[in-house]
Antibody
């Protein structure tokens, strides 16, 4: 069974930093690209970042480029998202997801990030 | 404003068929695969359709997807109360730089 679990969310002040983690099990982690998607309260889904299975290729949404970094530790089956210069509009539930056939298939339950003073 | 357009809501009685549209452009679903997600209240999204019309294992055949040009649709037949929730289309967009775009979502209500 594919399992994904996020951690690291919480309350942070504007301009602050946070690191999200996503543990994975039930599949060969380094064979799959991984993605972060966020959802602001009461809003739709917004793609954040995607990383290839090897970790060599990354993509980031324009809204987070230069502030967020996606990376992975394949031996530890863990995906990360480093978030810097956080803004109020980064407040959202952040989901990690495994990619299949080009887009997320299995999703974690999400971790809430609240940016507020 | 999303690169993909969806109607904000759709509804039907139990057992009926509901269709949700997703309109894009040549740079996204006109040249790339379409994906559909279901999000039930308080839950994480779930993949319903990938590569335009393929169902992952475990997804009932009541859900079907299709694509024509830069438009796609999701059909739910035999509507059930447990189908109430939000449905999002998605696809990769090749304009400027690659990005995965989601539609704004359609809320499906079972009357």
């Amino acid at each position: 069974e594919v399992l994904l679990w996020e951690s690291g969310g919480g309350l942070v002040q504007p301009g602050g930093s946070l690191r999200l983690s996503c543990g994975a099990s039930g599949f060969p982690f380094d064979d799959y690209a991984m993605t972060w998607v966020r959802q602001a309260p009461g809003s739709g889904l917004e793609w954040v970042s995607t990383i290839s299975g090897s970790g060599v290729v990354t993509y980031h949404a324009d809204s987070v480029k230069g502030r967020f970094t996606i990376f992975r530790d394949n031996p530890k089956n863990t995906l990360f998202l480093d978030m810097n210069s956080l803004r109020v509009d980064d407040t959202a539930v952040y989901y990690c997801a495994r990619n299949y056939a080009g887009a997320p298939d299995h999703w974690g339950q999400g971790t809430l990030v609240t940016v507020s003073s | 404003q999303s690169a993909l357009a969806q109607p904000p809501s759709a509804s039907g009685a139990p057992g009926q068929r509901v269709t949700i549209s997703c309109s894009g452009s040549r740079s996204n679903i006109g040249s790339n695969s379409v994906y559909w997600y279901q999000q039930l209240p308080g839950r994480a999204p779930k993949l319903l359709i990938y590569n335009n019309d393929q169902r992952p294992s475990g997804v009932p055949d009541r859900f079907s997807g299709s694509k024509s040009g830069a438009s796609a649709s999701l059909a739910i037949s035999g509507l059930r109360s447990e189908d109430e929730g939000h449905y999002f289309c998605a696809g990769w967009d090749d304009s400027l730089r690659q990005s995965l775009v989601f539609g704004p979502g359609t809320k499906v209500s079972v009357l």
